[in-house]
């Protein structure tokens, strides 16, 4: 199991949309092989830079309203919040370095 | 330094890595990051993978052929490969992390990518819609409707694992025939929920921020019509994954990489290739797997050719205590040392 913080849809708002850091949701489901794949390379980049953002996970089964909300259509689906916004999304699964590429506005 | 690389981690991948370490060759096997298991960890049921009469998961059945491989010492690391060196004698495999790995051969097993149908909209809505994959989001079409694109074995099992979610999936096919196995077909044509658009092809996607139709193209008389639906999985073929060894490897006419015969010898002595790669006709986990033998044994015959000053490196440095060749010894670093 992941150590990222699991949110759900009673703590959406408080944990992502009201948080004064950038927050990646990582939409995924237990069924869903590229979100396995690529739930440890989050893991890794929330390690590197916990500082600046923060990664959680949201399962899209438990959670259908949240997932609906943000039509979510595909996933792994990640996204980032800023003050509540999307300000970034990001489909499927990618290597480290090309979700950091893809992350870079948020990494540095 | 190793005797053996494999890049690839799908049936022609694990079964190399199985025949080699049984070869007591001690592969090093890189899987990818986030790809591992290759193409049948998208996939649910295989039912024509023989040993299997009750059928398999795909991903369960990629954990088997990993952990047959690791038994007999085959190390998986779980990383992509950037740059290959595979010119001369000595192999030099380049990983995401920087980390540089050399080796007496690889074997080549990068398999295939989808395909995609090469429309403006597609990548914009790809992730909103557009999906290759319907064992990942087939779950979020509830009471949709939705279109497969393509004719052959993975449209039609696409297509019919769509139908326990949509209320209709349309397949959308080029010809007037199908390419898919006849049980295949025969499921697709039996379930209710599945029409069949024949001589069509999607022509245009449309949509602002998600799906909501396609332009469907008549494939003999060129008429057009809209066809209002919110998910379109392409299922139309694949490409082989060449582009790492474009100008060291010879291709084919096709595109995959160039083998002599039926073996697995590539242009470059001590490169090995197998699977989906070298394969534009037949595609199978089985064939991958048996194509994945072939380049094991052609390794472990190409090994034992190579003269004992090459080979020493690389034995030296994983067997302990394995007896120097007489007149010379193996230091610290596995290099070869000549006695005084």
Same mark, same amino acid.
């Given at each position: 199991?992941?150590?990222?913080?699991?949110?759900?849809?009673?703590?959406?708002?408080?944990?992502?949309?009201?948080?004064?850091?950038?927050?990646?949701?990582?939409?995924?489901?237990?069924?869903?092989?590229?979100?396995?794949?690529?739930?440890?390379?989050?893991?890794?980049?929330?390690?590197?830079?916990?500082?600046?953002?923060?990664?959680?996970?949201?399962?899209?089964?438990?959670?259908?309203?949240?997932?609906?909300?943000?039509?979510?259509?595909?996933?792994?689906?990640?996204?980032?919040?800023?003050?509540?916004?999307?300000?970034?999304?990001?489909?499927?699964?990618?290597?480290?370095?090309?979700?950091?590429?893809?992350?870079?506005?948020?990494?540095? | 330094?190793?005797?053996?690389?494999?890049?690839?981690?799908?049936?022609?991948?694990?079964?190399?890595?199985?025949?080699?370490?049984?070869?007591?060759?001690?592969?090093?096997?890189?899987?990818?990051?986030?790809?591992?298991?290759?193409?049948?960890?998208?996939?649910?049921?295989?039912?024509?993978?023989?040993?299997?009469? $009750?059928?398999?998961?795909?991903?369960?059945?990629?954990?088997?052929?990993?952990?047959?491989?690791?038994?007999?010492?085959?190390?998986?690391?779980?990383?992509?490969?950037?740059?290959?060196?595979?010119?001369?004698?000595?192999?030099?495999?380049?990983?995401?992390?920087?980390?540089?790995?050399?080796?007496?051969?690889?074997?080549?097993?990068?398999?295939?990518?989808?395909?995609?149908?090469?429309?403006?909209?597609?990548?914009?809505?790809?992730?909103?819609?557009?999906?290759?994959?319907?064992?990942?989001?087939?779950?979020?079409?509830?009471?949709?409707?939705?279109?497969?694109?393509?004719?052959?074995?993975?449209?039609?099992?696409?297509?019919?694992?769509?139908?326990?979610?949509?209320?209709?999936?349309?397949?959308?096919?080029?010809?007037?025939?199908?390419?898919?196995?006849?049980?295949?077909?025969?499921?697709?044509?039996?379930?209710?929920?599945?029409?069949?658009?024949?001589?069509?092809?999607?022509?245009?996607?449309?949509? $602002?921020?998600?799906?909501?139709?396609?332009?469907?193209?008549?494939?003999?008389?060129?008429?057009?019509?809209?066809?209002?639906?919110?998910?379109?999985?392409?299922?139309? /073929?694949?490409?082989?994954?060449?582009?790492?060894?474009?100008?060291?490897?010879?291709?084919?006419?096709?595109?995959?990489?160039?083998?002599?015969?039926?073996?697995?010898?590539?242009?470059?002595?001590?490169?090995?290739?197998?699977?989906?790669?070298?394969?534009?006709?037949?595609?199978?986990?089985?064939?991958?797997?048996?194509?994945?033998?072939?380049?094991?044994?052609?390794?472990?015959?190409?090994?034992?050719?190579?003269?004992?000053?090459?080979?020493?490196?690389?034995? /030296?440095?994983?067997?302990?205590?394995?007896?120097?060749?007489?007149?010379?010894?193996?230091?610290?670093?596995?290099?070869?040392?000549?006695?005084?």
């Amino acid at each position: 199991m992941s150590n990222l913080k699991q949110v759900t849809d009673a703590t959406f708002e408080q944990d992502v949309l009201n948080s004064d850091k950038p927050v990646l949701v990582d939409f995924w489901a237990e069924w869903c092989a590229p979100c396995r794949a690529v739930g440890p390379v989050l893991e890794k980049i929330a390690e590197e830079n916990g500082d600046k953002i923060e990664i959680v996970k949201l399962n899209v089964d438990d959670n259908p309203e949240t997932a609906a909300k943000y039509h979510i259509t595909s996933i792994p689906a990640m996204k980032v919040y800023r003050g509540g916004e999307v300000v970034k999304s990001v489909i499927g699964a990618k290597p480290k370095p090309a979700l950091e590429s893809e992350l870079a506005a948020f990494l540095a | 330094m190793r005797q053996m690389i494999i890049i690839g981690s799908g049936p022609a991948g694990y079964t190399a890595a199985i025949y080699a370490a049984r070869a007591e060759l001690e592969p090093l096997l890189i899987a990818s990051s986030v790809e591992a298991g290759g193409e049948l960890m998208n996939t649910t049921e295989v039912e024509n993978f023989p040993g299997f009469p $009750e059928g398999i998961m795909g991903p369960d059945l990629m954990d088997k052929f990993r952990l047959q491989a690791e038994r007999f010492g085959t190390e998986v690391v779980y990383d992509d490969v950037t740059e290959v060196d595979l010119t001369g004698d000595v192999k030099r495999v380049t990983l995401g992390s920087g980390e540089v790995h050399e080796a007496l051969s690889v074997v080549v097993a990068t398999g295939s990518a989808y395909r995609k149908l090469g429309l403006p909209d597609e990548d914009r809505l790809s992730g909103y819609g557009v999906s290759w994959c319907a064992t990942c989001d087939g779950a979020f079409f509830r009471k949709r409707v939705v279109a497969v694109v393509g004719g052959g074995d993975s449209a039609m099992e696409e297509a019919t694992f769509l139908t326990r979610f949509a209320d209709k999936v349309y397949i959308i096919h080029r010809r007037d025939s199908l390419r898919a196995s006849k049980i295949m077909q025969q499921r697709a044509f039996d379930n209710p929920k599945i029409e069949f658009l024949w001589n069509s092809e999607v022509a245009a996607i449309s949509g $602002e921020t998600a799906v909501e139709s396609v332009t469907l193209r008549d494939t003999i008389t060129g008429e057009e019509r809209e066809l209002e639906l919110t998910g379109l999985f392409i299922a139309v /073929g694949n490409d082989p994954r060449v582009h790492l060894f474009h100008g060291q490897i010879d291709l084919t006419l096709e595109g995959t990489l160039a083998v002599e015969g039926r073996s697995s010898r590539t242009n470059l002595p001590g490169v090995f290739a197998a699977g989906d790669v070298i394969d534009p006709t037949y595609r199978q986990a089985i064939t991958a797997a048996a194509s994945g033998t072939v380049a094991a044994l052609d390794a472990e015959h190409y090994l034992a050719s190579l003269p004992e000053a090459l080979l020493a490196p690389a034995k /030296g440095s994983v067997e302990e205590g394995s007896a120097p060749v007489a007149g010379s010894t193996v230091d610290a670093d596995g290099e070869l040392v000549n006695l005084p």
